[in-house]
């Protein structure tokens, strides 16, 4: 099992730019897919992308982020990446990642995650 922190979240206007990070404690982070999630006030969370263990070859995105957003890993740096563009303010939530043995999991335990906020 891995415990993971995110960060780099914020405050930034419509169109604006922002990357998370999730960095992973705990060993064999690349045997584990990554999935980033999201949940915003009086929401459930929900997903948003997923990138598969390893070589991280296979991605998938939720429609209301595909094209705008890109989610990729570094595992000699036991990190994970959401780089999100042209951000909107129904983006504004907070960004949970979880490592999973099944691609576009959530079985892994939840950290604090980080707080996005877009004004428009």
């Known amino acids: 099992q891995v415990q993971l922190v995110e960060s780099g979240g914020g405050l930034v206007q419509a169109g604006g730019s922002l990357r998370l990070s999730c960095v992973a404690s705990g060993r064999n982070f690349y045997t584990y897919n990554v999935g980033w999630f999201r949940q915003a006030p009086g929401k459930e969370r929900e997903f948003v992308a997923a990138?598969?263990?390893?070589?991280?070859?296979?991605?998938n995105y939720a429609a209301s982020v595909k094209g705008r957003f890109t989610i990729s890993r570094d595992n000699d740096k036991n990190t994970a990446y959401l780089q999100m563009f042209d951000l909107k303010p129904e983006d504004t939530a907070v960004y949970y990642c979880?490592?999973?043995?099944?691609?576009?999991?959530?079985?892994?335990?939840w950290g604090q995650g980080t707080q996005v906020t877009v004004s428009s």
């Open positions: 979880n490592a999973d043995s099944v691609f576009g999991g959530a079985a892994g335990s």
């Open positions: 990138i598969t263990r390893v070589d991280g070859t296979t991605t």
